[in-house]
């Protein structure tokens, strides 16, 4: 410290002069000088902060992005491309995947993500060396289900009502179909512990949960406010969904209740979670590949599929996954879609989804069900979403002979 001390004053008058020169004059040291003790003690500082022991070094394995070469800057073109249909990201080498799966994780298989000649796209390649992992820890916490087919607290009619509750409130906010299936799995989760007889096992008690799993779950997945609980400033409050007299701080109450009976874990996964994989492996499995999209009346039936999946109480207990992988059947069955071998149920779907069509047998004909009856009853609030043009007119579309759900997959 005393040799910088020094440096810094021996600058200090190259600049302001030392007095013998022309036009020098006398200035009052920047630093003062420190003398032997100051000097001595910021000394020992300075040797223990050097002394310490340096922590570890961590050989990091560099990331290997299975690219035949890097993007050249000086070039117009795009030369980042995939090295293999297959790659191991760990080992730097190739493994080879099922007979006739495509790799969706490779840039030129992401839905809307192409390799195109712009920088902030280059991101899109760094998906194949973490989609896989992440959806597939999507897929094992999928099957940890909480529920099981036995936990029925309230009949199907009053579940069914509830549902269809909250499915009205999302579908005129214009909200995200994520948090309708957030809610109605929270309203699920709360209902298979019993707790309601505490309060009363009333019908308003019942709309007072389904409110508060709405509340809960807009706050989870939108990225606006959650409506006023009773809007003064002339718009649609919360309460206004429903003729029960309801007091705002029972909302709030009841929301607590639903938190603390759940243990603050709300979030869980959903058919809603798997819906994107899935399409895009139906897409890229039939052979299509960017820059043509999947069909957006396949995508539609897709959504109407999973959104009347929540009216069974049958499918409550199953994983979200199987959901998500029968709707996606269901819709392909429905619409006839099939890829370049003649299969509705091809490779790369059964690869991604873990599902055989014979494994989800038992779901895709309770959806089936459900999508007979919904198609039949001209007031259902699905049925009205979703017959409309904007929808492709998906729920006007016949639905299949149970005996042709599984002719040929």
Request: one cysteine or more; a negative charge; hydrophobic letters at 35%.
């Amino acid at each position: 410290m005393r040799r910088r001390s020094n440096r810094l004053l021996s600058a200090q008058n190259q600049l302001l002069g030392d007095g013998n020169g022309d036009g020098a004059r006398s200035s009052p040291p920047l630093m003062p000088e420190l003398d032997d003790a100051e000097s001595s003690s910021l000394s020992e500082n300075s040797k223990r902060r050097r002394s310490v022991t340096p922590s570890p070094k961590v050989a990091v394995k560099p990331l290997f992005l299975g690219t035949k070469k890097a993007r050249n800057w000086d070039e117009e073109e795009v030369v980042v491309g995939p090295a293999s249909n297959n790659c191991d990201h760990d080992s730097g080498g190739s493994i080879a995947l099922p007979e006739g799966v495509i790799n969706l994780d490779l840039p030129t298989n992401r839905l809307n993500c192409p390799v195109r000649s712009r920088a902030e796209d280059e991101n899109t390649v760094f998906v194949q060396s973490y989609g896989e992992y992440f959806y597939n820890s999507l897929l094992q916490s999928s099957h940890h289900n909480e529920i099981s087919k036995d936990d029925r607290y309230l009949s199907d009619e009053e579940r069914e009502e509830l549902v269809l509750l909250i499915a009205g409130i999302v579908t005129k906010r214009g909200l995200l179909q994520e948090t309708l299936h957030l809610a109605v799995q929270i309203l699920d989760r709360f209902f298979a512990q019993n707790l309601l007889d505490q309060w009363g096992n009333t019908y308003r008690s019942r709309v007072c949960v389904a409110l508060s799993c709405y509340f809960a779950a807009h706050k989870i997945e939108e990225r606006g406010f959650p409506p006023f609980i009773v809007d003064m400033t002339g718009g649609t409050g919360l309460l206004e969904y429903t003729e029960q007299d309801i007091d705002p701080q029972e909302i709030l109450d009841m929301e607590m209740r639903i938190c603390l009976a759940l243990k603050f874990r709300l979030h869980k996964t959903t058919p809603c979670s798997f819906r994107d994989r899935f399409i895009q492996a139906s897409f890229v499995g039939d052979g299509d590949a960017w820059p043509t999209i999947p069909s957006n009346k396949f995508i539609s039936m897709v959504d109407y599929l999973l959104d009347v999946s929540l009216q069974s109480y049958d499918l409550i207990s199953k994983s979200s996954s199987a959901i998500a992988a029968s709707a996606i059947y269901l819709a392909r069955k429905t619409l006839d879609l099939k890829d370049s071998h003649g299969l509705i149920w091809s490779p790369t779907l059964k690869h991604y989804t873990t599902y055989s069509a014979n494994d989800m047998e038992g779901t895709v004909v309770e959806l089936h069900k459900q999508q007979c009856a919904t198609n039949n009853d001209i007031f259902n609030r699905f049925y009205k979403k979703y017959r409309g043009e904007s929808k492709f007119c998906v729920a006007l579309e016949a639905a299949l002979h149970p005996e042709d759900l599984f002719q040929k997959h």
